[in-house]
């Protein structure tokens, strides 16, 4: 009961907070929205959007283990605050009379967080998130789509992999596996084994299981074979 009233009251201040700064966000004020943005975080977390934005991804989920777990509830309402933070860039890039430069380094900046916001939702979801506390599965397909052009980076595309074979959608999972496949042999991380394990998990479920995956028996089996050739 005491964890559900703190995340309800968490929950209570980041959505006055937003609504705060989608009113800054309509007067073009976006350095006080970024602020209010910043503040949040820091009264929540003690964290401030410049840690969460600099350091690899792997060591701000670290930053929200408490006592040996990673508070992923917590984690994706970080991840809604990076949201938040790239969509006032957007904004900033719309601005008439901006130059160039100015337009590009903050369209630039806007992708940056919603890659990383993407990452954390993902991680967040995969990891036992409440899904219905910020909407996350939503927020996760609108990021998607607004980065369909762009290639994820690996960590975020393994993540997306493990997300849509537990969403059951296993041809989307296997694609996503296929892109890190075509991996160069140079980047510090191989997938093959993770691969095969995917196939492996697959093998163990029920024909009828995989048709609405959309990745029939034989396809599984194929997809096996030619990673083991």
Not at 86 to 107: P, R, W
């Amino acid at each position: 009961m005491f964890r559900k009233d703190y995340l309800l009251r968490m929950m209570e201040e980041m959505t006055e907070a937003i609504g705060k700064v989608f009113t800054l966000k309509q007067q073009r004020k976006h350095t006080e929205a970024l602020s209010e943005l910043d503040e949040l975080l820091r009264r929540q977390f003690g964290l401030n959007l410049s840690l969460l934005n600099s350091l690899p991804a792997e060591d701000v989920i670290e930053m929200f283990r408490f006592r040996g777990v990673i508070e992923v509830d917590n984690l994706q309402q970080a991840a809604r605050l990076i949201e938040e933070e790239a969509y006032i860039y957007n904004e900033k890039a719309k601005v008439e009379g901006i130059d160039d430069q100015e337009k590009l380094e903050s369209e630039d900046e806007a992708l940056i967080r919603l890659m990383r916001s993407l990452h954390f939702y993902l991680y967040a979801l995969n990891n036992g998130a409440n899904p219905r506390l910020l909407d996350a599965p939503d927020r996760v397909e609108g990021i998607l789509e607004q980065t369909k052009q762009y290639k994820l980076p690996a960590r975020t595309e393994k993540q997306l992999a493990l997300y849509r074979e537990q969403q059951g959608r296993y041809d989307q999972a296997e694609n996503s596996w296929y892109r890190l496949l075509q991996i160069d042999d140079s980047h510090p991380i191989q997938y093959r084994n993770e691969v095969q394990d995917f196939y492996e998990r697959l093998r163990q479920l029920e024909d009828e299981q995989l048709q609405q995956g959309g990745l029939p028996r034989e396809e599984v089996e194929e997809g096996l074979a030619e990673l083991n050739r």
